[in-house]
T-cell receptor, first 112, second 112 residues
Framework: QKEVEQDPGPLSVPEGAIVSLNCTYS??????FMWYRQYSRKGPELLMY??SSGNKEDGRFTAQVDKSSKYISLFIRDSQPSDSATYLC????????????WGLGTSLAVNP | DADVTQTPRNRITKTGKRIMLECSQT?????MYWYRQDPGLGLRLIYY???????NKGEISDGYSVSRQAQAKFSLSLESAIPNQTALYFC???????????FGDGTRLSIL
């Protein structure tokens, strides 16, 4: 079993929809949770960064961490065609030298 | 200018050739990383460096070597390329907290 599981999709939604992207994990030592967005032929870019449990909001994006269920989510409100990309979750344990463990990414298409 | 620059962007070469991929960054970060990305396998860490004198193997270092020429420069070499090293290669940097924040746009490498 992989340490981090992420449904690869593809996910296709109409413009304006609320998008929910999810990852599950098995290692209870993970403390830091990240979401990256990757456009075609580009490197990943850090979108959201959360420590421990709770919610974090940044504009149309909300990251949610439920450590009791070992489940993280990224919500995108009022989705736009420019949100079409692959979304990668990543996480790591405490300590500055812990390596990132990556999900495989979910491909999202927002249709005009 | 991009924060992390990778050269070349694309490379096609033959089995057995030695190849060097170069990475330079303007973020002033001490930590640099080399990843490869393959469909269905996601991002996998090849090598990482926490400073000029510190080089560490990642999860898939066999067949690869690296050189940290300066704080801003980190190169990846394939000593004798083989077809299963065909992949998308990314260089990345992080601050001392360990969150990988900046990726280059990747090198698409094909080995025939």
């Amino acid at each position: 079993q992989k340490e981090v599981e992420q449904d690869p999709g593809p996910l296709s939604v109409p413009e304006g929809a609320i998008v929910s992207l999810n990852c599950t994990y098995s290692n209870s030592a993970f403390q830091y949770f990240m979401w990256y967005r990757q456009y075609s032929r580009k490197g990943p870019e850090l979108l959201m960064y959360t420590y421990s449990s709770g919610n974090k909001e940044d504009g149309r994006f909300t990251a949610q961490v439920d450590k009791s269920s070992k489940y993280i989510s990224l919500f995108i409100r009022d989705s736009q065609p420019s949100d079409s990309a692959t979304y990668l979750c990543a996480m790591r344990g405490a300590g500055n030298n812990r390596k990132l463990i990556w999900g495989l990414g979910t491909s999202l298409a927002v249709n005009p | 200018d991009a924060d992390v620059t990778q050269t070349p962007r694309n490379r096609i070469t033959k089995t057995g050739k030695r190849i060097m991929l170069e990475c330079s960054q303007t973020k002033g970060h001490d930590r640099m990383y080399w990843y490869r990305q393959d469909p269905g396998l996601g991002l996998r860490l090849i090598y990482y460096s926490f400073d000029v004198k510190d080089i560490n193997k990642g999860e898939i270092s066999d067949g690869y070597s690296v050189s940290r020429q300066a704080q801003a420069k980190f190169s990846l070499s394939l000593e004798s390329a083989i077809p299963n090293q065909t992949a998308l290669y990314f260089c990345a940097t992080s601050d001392s907290a360990g969150t990988v924040k900046h990726f280059g746009d990747g090198t698409r490498l094909s080995i025939l």
